[in-house]
């Protein structure tokens, strides 16, 4: 039986996560449930999945959420502080990390530091501080599982091989709903069709980030981090039915791919229950209904934050750090209509270009180069078009 907690409960992964507990009632348990402001699903979660505690993290809906819960034997804590503790738990065995963005990380570094097997979902961890997160793993020889379906795949392909035998791995991107179109079309596509993707359903800012192709950018930058990775040896792909999740290439020319219908209670599950398989009931992938698998290059030039989040990786330092945080306030300013498809790359671009660089920054280097990168963001945001 293992004991989880579950960060980011409410979420599209989350959500998911817990559907997978449901289905193997003997294999997992929950601990603990966190939610940011959904206080009525954790509400739901909590009296259905009966875990010992429940976090809060917008202090504004505690009360709401104890006294809907009054009746039963579940501690209640509000705060992200409470997250960093909970997760130290002894009666928490693997921390399933599926908070969205720079919010994710302190959480995540606390679950390493308490020496707690963690599956990843949260990528933006990886991307803000990939190098101190896996420094911190291998020092507390913790494993980190990624649950992200790309990189679950070379994870996949990976098993019983030796990481020096990688030659390069190569990436899968959807290409999101905007494959080849050009920049005209996008100066005016808006957040509403931005969101509807053509293989996935999942969180707002992630899928964003699929339409932009930064998802690919920041997933490059997980995979360095999490599979020991030179620049060099990533590479991305487009491949819009998303059957091929991943692919690895050994050094005997040999590829490994990991393949399967697009549907992320599978990496989810995989993260939990590994170094097991579980039997599940989901849809099988049939070669009928996929006569022609397609591969082409990624269009830098249209996809310009593909480009940028590709320069931050090879420059390092702290320009993913800047990279992620700018793109935080330009995709929630893209939702509210407030700056354009396009916009959202050049505030991303002004913003790497503002801040001072830091090669090996400390992680209250990190916090600060987010936060500065934040304020800057947010001014060039006023600066939009759409402004008035
Ligand atoms: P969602 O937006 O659906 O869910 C985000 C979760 O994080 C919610 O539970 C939310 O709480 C919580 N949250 C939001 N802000 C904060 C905060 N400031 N502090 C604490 N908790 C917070 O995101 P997804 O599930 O789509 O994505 C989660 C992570 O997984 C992301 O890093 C994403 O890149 C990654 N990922 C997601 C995939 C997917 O298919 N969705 C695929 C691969 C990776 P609440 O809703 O209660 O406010
Ligand atoms: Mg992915």
């Not at 300013?333 to 991303?348: G, K, P, Q, W």
Request: a negative charge; hydrophobic letters at 45%.
């Amino acid at each position: 039986m293992k004991r989880l907690a579950i960060l980011g409960s409410t979420g599209s992964i989350g959500t998911q996560a817990l559907d997978v507990v449901a289905a193997h009632p003997e294999q997992f348990q929950v601990e603990v449930l966190s939610a940011h402001s959904n206080a009525e699903l954790i509400i739901d979660q909590a009296k259905k999945f009966r875990p010992n505690a429940i976090v809060i993290t917008d202090e504004t809906k505690y009360e709401q959420v104890k006294d809907a819960l009054a009746l039963y034997p579940i501690k209640i804590f509000a705060g992200k502080q409470s997250l960093n503790e909970v997760v130290q738990w002894d009666s928490v065995d693997m921390v399933l990390a599926a908070i969205v963005g720079f919010a994710g990380l302190s959480s995540t570094m606390a679950a390493i530091d308490a020496g707690k097997t963690v599956a990843l979902a949260n990528k933006e961890t990886l991307v803000v501080a990939g190098e101190l997160v896996m420094q911190k793993a291998q020092e507390k020889k913790v494993s980190i599982i990624p649950v992200d379906s790309e990189h679950s795949a070379i994870f996949q392909c990976l098993v019983g091989e030796d990481l020096n035998s990688i030659e390069k791995i190569i990436l899968t991107a959807s290409g999101g709903p905007f494959i080849g179109k050009k920049p005209n079309y996008l100066l005016n596509v808006k957040a509403s069709h931005a969101l509807e993707h053509p293989n996935w359903t999942m969180g707002a800012k992630i899928t964003i980030d699929s339409a932009t192709l930064m998802n690919k950018g920041l997933e490059m930058i997980e995979a360095k981090w999490l599979f020991g990775l030179k620049n060099e040896q990533i590479d991305v792909v487009v491949h819009p039915q998303s059957i091929v999740h991943s692919l690895v290439q050994f050094t005997d020319g040999s590829l490994k791919a990991q393949m399967g219908l697009p549907d992320m209670k599978l990496p989810i599950q995989y993260a939990m229950a590994f170094p097991q398989r579980l039997r599940n009931d989901f849809k099988r992938f049939d070669f009928k209904d996929y006569t022609k698998l397609t591969f082409e290059e990624p269009d830098y030039k249209t996809f310009r934050n593909l480009a940028l989040a590709k320069d931050a990786m090879y420059k390092g330092g702290n320009l993913p750090c800047t990279l992620n945080a700018a793109n935080e306030i330009a995709v929630e300013a893209f939702l509210r209509n407030r700056v354009s498809f396009i916009e959202m790359s050049d505030i991303i671009e002004g913003t790497m270009q503002q801040l001072s660089f830091i090669e090996h920054p400390t992680i209250e280097e990190y916090e600060q180069t987010d936060k500065e990168a934040r304020a800057v963001a947010t001014e060039l945001v006023k600066n939009s078009q759409l402004a008035s």
